[in-house]
């Protein structure tokens, strides 16, 4: 079994004016973030909108990814719901279409007690037919894995790995401490600002969404921290923070609007000539004066300016 490693990218779901999923453009975006040296490719996560999406525009998707990646790295696949027989369901939907791995977010709305969760994926790994990572965003399921019960899973063989989307950099080396001798598990972690700080502690990867954008730098930088450069850390690490800006761009205030916050990604994508900022739902339509912050961000941005395609 491949173990997953580096930096994986959660994409973002390239759309049409319509709605529609745009596989041409979903084409180019997978070619760009190859080029660019990414590990792997995670689709159907929160960067790529899976709580709008219909289940048959996910799969529709995930289909147009797996053709275009044509396994020259893995493709990882979001299933989550609150219903385990759906996940059940979901995993063999996301096995026909092709994926490597399956991603299933913690239950949300109800509060989940530990013995709970590590029912919940236990249960999950027992019925899928890939090998399953656990994703973990308390910010915005209101339940998290709490390290014990990290522990406990990885020892399930079809158990492999978890997205870990936290501010707690002392939860992630309570993690690692159970974790980075064990060649069959992966800890991916889901913060930029913490994802070198974490490959220094034994990381085995990260899933950051800049890296949507800027895949090559993301690679370098991650390169450099597992090799254990502390100097490089301390030059990429403000060019990170300078370019997490790019989520506030488009909202009112602060955390104000996880669409938003998403679609200033799409936003530099469109810039760099590679996908359309459309949304599923609830966004005004992409005009030119609305996305200007996003047009000034890319063009002062040094990373971007290296990458950026005439339109």
Known sequence: MQR???VVVPM??????????????TGRLVEYLIAGGVNGIFALGSSGECV?????KQIQLLRAVVK??????P???GLSSNSLEETYERANDIATAGADFAVALTPYYFRTSQPEMLRFFSSIADHSPLPVLAYNIPFRTNNTIEPATIEKLRHHPNFVGIKDTVNDFARTLAILNY???DASFSYMHGNELLALPAATAGAAGCVVSIGNFAPAFMVEAWKAAAAGDHDAIARYQPRIA???KVF???EAKPQDSTVLRLMAIKAVLEILGLIQSHMVQLTPAPSAEFLAPVRKFVEENEVLQQIRKPL
């Open 52 to 56: 709008s999406l219909t289940w048959s």
């Open 242 to 244: 300078s370019m997490m």
């Open 68 to 73: 275009y990646v044509h396994r020259r790295v």
């Open 75 to 77: 493709v990882c696949a």
């Open 179 to 181: 974790v980075r001798h």
């Open 248 to 250: 506030g761009l488009l």
């Open 12 to 25: 973002v779901t390239p759309l049409t004016a319509g709605g529609e999923i745009d596989e041409e453009s």
């Open 4 to 6: 997953l490693n580096g």
